[in-house]
């Protein structure tokens, strides 16, 4: 289809779709499903479609570098100094930069920002309240110190390292509170308005929204970053992932997200496209409730279950590609990520540690989602598990379900996924190798591992400033939880997708909200 429509909206509504189309030369257009999201509200935005769109829209203070995702660069701050008691950073704001209003950047937009956050506690509100932060006490924790600076202060024990990853969460995107006030409704810091709109600083900002049908995104020349290089991003609801590869075959779409196997191994030898499977933060685990059963709380088994987890069998031969194998908690790309994988697929060997403990007829029941792909890993893991002489019996439900099952702790095992909430270590050593015994809901505690000395190591590396030394603490975690824990961690998960081969400059990282559409060209 030849597009000739001035309306960018009618565009993404057509339904027609013949051979041989062309996106607009100045459009980006992405097939993927946008069912997900219920707010573009930074504060509370948490699915994948809204934190996807957070980088684009807004700014925060300091940024990863997007080729270099574990370099901090600032971005509406110039620069930063810490406190001398550790427990602040004062940050100096760059000068001319300017909201997509045309509003000018403030301390009081700043302060507003991230108060707000506190003050609605929504969903991502926990990644800002880990500094001490309250409803009560965060307006004495930010203050304008002059026309150009802020000061940030905290109250937990942790690094002005620590810190700065925090605020370089989407939640702590900066918005514009003029703008944003001008729309508050009965105290509501503007978080209804904002669900559908946009007042950031980003490149882009939302020019229309139709929940379920389509995102369109204008440019915003005036960004401090930068004019972006297309003038518009629009994000079709496609749910069926056959069909966004089809548009993207045919030229109706620029992009294709979150393809299958199939339809990667379909567009391989496709003239025009350019298939890419891309790392994400997300991990595939087995975990034991070590309680249920006498056998689950043996390290022995847990030893013995690391040699029956067929890692290549599942990520190489089942799923062909859409996952890789890692058996440590941090993903590959995060700072210090131990990409070592010790262990591999060794029945024999595994007979043999349960024999030498004197572990004989075990078996467990494993509760999984009933949707691909954890049925499909779980029942290679029955198999696996078999034939080192261990009976797993499978209990698939709906994925809510099986969240309330393992939170009551009313489950032997399970095999799940955990996706990184920021782009900090602290954000998987914190479930992983965290039960501090105070009511937090950690994956420690949905196993009943009780791991004070461990408790200790974690928070002893949200207090390290020195970058080495913090790397050098979350390697000795990983190897510790990786010989000795009730978890089998095996695959990290890659994000399929395809790009037609005129595209430029699209950069996707690790995190969801790693997707960078201002440099893009055609």
């Known amino acids: 289809m030849k597009i000739v429509v001035p309306s960018m909206l009618a565009v993404a509504l057509a339904g027609a779709v013949t051979a041989h189309a062309a996106t607009p030369p100045d459009t980006l257009v992405i097939a993927q499903s946008i069912d997900d999201a219920s707010s573009f509200d930074p504060a509370e935005g948490f699915e994948l479609t809204s934190v996807q769109a957070f980088t684009n829209l807004y700014q925060r203070l300091i940024q990863s570098d997007p080729t270099n995702p574990t370099d901090l660069k600032p971005t509406l701050a110039s620069d930063w100094q810490p406190g001398r008691d550790n427990r602040s ?17 403030r301390p009081e937009d700043v302060i507003f920002s991230l108060s707000r956050v ?39 024990d942790v690094s002005p390292t620590y810190v700065l990853s925090l605020l ?41 929204y139709i929940p379920h049908e389509v995102l369109l995104l204008s440019a915003n020349p005036t960004s401090p970053g930068g004019a972006p290089e297309l003038k518009n991003v629009l994000i079709k609801n496609v749910p069926e ?45 087995m975990q034991f409730n070590i309680d249920a059963k006498p056998a689950l709380k043996n390290p022995a088994f847990w030893e013995a279950s690391r040699y029956l987890f067929d890692y290549h ?5 089942l799923l062909k590609g859409q996952f890789q194998v890692h058996q440590s908690f941090l993903p590959e790309g995060f700072l210090g990520a131990l990409n070592e994988n010790p262990y591999r697929y060794d029945p024999e060997k595994a007979k043999a540690i349960l024999s030498k403990a004197g572990l004989t007829n075990v078996s467990f029941k494993l509760v999984v989602s009933n949707q691909p792909p954890y049925l499909d890993i779980a029942q290679a893991l029955q198999a696996s598990f078999a034939r080192g002489g261990v009976k797993v019996e499978l209990i698939p439900g709906i994925s809510s379900e099986v969240a309330t099952t393992v939170k009551a702790h009313k489950y032997e095992a399970t095999l799940n996924a955990w996706g990184a909430d920021y782009f900090d270590p602290n954000t998987n050593a914190a479930a992983f190798a965290y039960n501090p015994e105070n009511g937090s809901t950690t994956l420690a505690w949905r196993s009943n591992w009780h791991i004070p000395a461990l408790n200790k190591k974690t928070l002893a590396a949200t207090a390290e400033s020195d970058n080495a030394k913090r790397v050098a603490l979350y390697q000795d975690l990983q190897r510790e939880l990786q010989k000795n824990s009730p978890y089998v961690i095996g695959l990290q998960a890659r994000n399929l ?19 960078y559409y201002g440099q893009v060209s055609k």
């Not at 729309?183 to 209804?192: I, L, T, Y």
């Open 497 to 515: 997708i395809a790009v037609r081969d005129n595209i430029k400059g699209y950069v996707q990282g690790i995190n969801p909200d790693m997707v």
């Open 241 to 285: 992932p056959a069909t966004r590869r089809l548009l993207l075959e045919q030229g109706d779409a620029d992009i294709a997200r979150n393809l299958g196997a199939d339809q990667m191994a379909a567009l391989k030898n496709t003239a025009g496209v350019k298939p890419m499977a891309i790392p994400m933060a997300s991990l595939y685990y």
């Open 89 to 105: 950073l004062t940050f100096t704001l760059k000068k001319d930069a300017r909201f997509a209003s045309g509003n000018p950047l």
């Open 168 to 208: 370089a969460a989407p939640v702590a995107s900066i918005v514009d509170e003029k703008s944003v006030q001008a729309h508050a409704q009965k105290g509501d810091f503007g978080n209804k308005w904002l669900a559908m709109h946009s007042a950031g600083s980003g490149p882009f900002q939302i020019r229309k």
């Open 313 to 317: 069998g599942i990520a190489d031969d």
């Open 118 to 156: 506190v003050k609605l506690n929504l969903d991502p509100s926990f990644i800002l309240t880990q500094l001490g932060w309250s409803k009560d006490n965060v307006d004495a924790q930010l203050e304008k110190i002059d026309g150009n600076h802020v000061k940030v202060s905290w109250t937990a």
